[in-house]
């Protein structure tokens, strides 16, 4: 390993730390007793709005796999697949399968919230 690649490593772990941190923190307010339906639907909603990032939090971890399947691609030994092929369905799984169920929990959870 060379001391950029070390240089890169080294900030990946601190970014995945700062991330985890915050989805702690994310976690402990839906723990609190207090959530009711429209707030858990309100927050629900900020995981995938387009909002800040683009697409919200569920759409940038989808992009982050994308990154890294391509990546992928270009450097598999046989390009046959076997590593971007898994990273792409999981970003398909998140951006399509868990975006949508998130929006058809906050749905059920208050309707009303729904944009017009």
Do not use: K, Y
């Amino acid at each position: 390993m060379t001391g950029r690649t070390r240089t890169r490593l080294e900030r990946v772990r601190a970014a995945v730390g700062i991330a985890s941190l915050a989805v702690q923190q994310i976690e402990d307010d839906l723990a609190a007793d207090d959530v009711d339906g429209p707030e858990l639907a309100a927050i629900l909603r900020e995981l995938i709005e387009d909002t800040d990032p683009p697409g919200g939090f569920i759409a940038a971890l989808a992009q982050l796999l994308t990154v890294a399947a391509q990546r992928a691609e270009q450097i598999e030994p046989d390009r046959d697949g076997d590593a971007s092929c898994p990273l792409h369905e999981a970003a398909a799984l998140l951006a399509d399968d868990a975006g949508q169920r998130l929006i058809w929990a906050a749905r059920s959870l208050h309707p009303q919230g729904d944009p017009a």
